[in-house]
């Protein structure tokens, strides 16, 4: 390859992959809220407003807890979680199932839940917006 045609193709390359690692980890700190739906074996279908609050990150990981309805109030759970590198998709474990979420160009935060046991189970999306 010429000199000249190499200096070229470099720069061109760089010019694509030094941005996307230039990228800054988006902050996950603060409550997040939206309006969720899913379905369970026990619950049925449901619908419901869930909160996310992550109290503490350091790079990509983080954690906090997740506030759901239940009869007669809310209940909180903790959870743990990080950002995979493309700093789009986001994994999370808690008590007694798992989140899979990713982080939208809007700003949104969607989440979906998984929980399996021997006697239920349970899936629901949630669409997240950061609260000021």
């Known amino acids: 390859m010429k000199p000249l045609v190499f200096a070229l193709s470099l720069v061109a390359t760089l010019a694509v992959v030094v941005p996307a690692s230039a990228q800054q980890v988006p902050s996950l700190v603060g409550t997040w809220k939206g309006p969720s739906d899913g379905v369970g074996m026990e619950m049925g279908y449901v619908t419901a407003d869930y909160g996310f609050v ?24 903790p959870i743990h979680g990080t950002i995979t590198p493309d700093l789009k998709t986001v994994y999370v474990v808690g008590d007694d199932g798992f989140h899979i979420g990713t982080l939208q160009p809007d700003g949104k935060f969607d989440l979906c839940y998984l929980e399996v046991d021997d006697d239920d189970a349970l899936a629901l999306c949630a669409r997240l917006t950061k609260q000021p």
């Open 54 to 77: 992550v109290e503490e990150q350091r790079g990509r990981s983080f954690k906090g807890k997740v506030i759901y309805p239940v009869p007669g109030g809310t209940k909180s759970e």
